[in-house]
């Protein structure tokens, strides 16, 4: 997970510094797209917080409160009288 929000923080950091360049008019739809990409990599920088924040909270479970996998009923064999 550390791995990739550093790749997000730094794909948000180009994204910003593309945006803080001097523009005009004529470059509204790529300010757009580049304000699209912004959110995007805000929106997954707070995702892979919230899973963090979710797997320090809920610690796995050990090996013995794993249930055993029923068989699948699609491959059992049905008996046919």
């Keep these: 997970m550390q791995t990739q929000r550093t790749a997000t923080m ?16 004529a470059d509204l739809p790529w300010r757009l797209v ?8 805000e929106a997954e920088i707070r995702w892979l917080d919230h899973c963090e924040a979710s797997l320090m909270r809920y610690p796995p479970p050990s090996p013995k409160a794993i249930p055993a996998t029923a068989p699948d009923p699609e491959n059992s064999e049905v008996s046919s009288s």
């Design 10 to 25: 730094r794909a948000l950091q180009e994204y910003t510094r593309l945006k803080s360049r001097e523009t005009e008019a």
């Design 34 to 41: 580049l304000d699209a990409m912004i959110f995007q990599a």
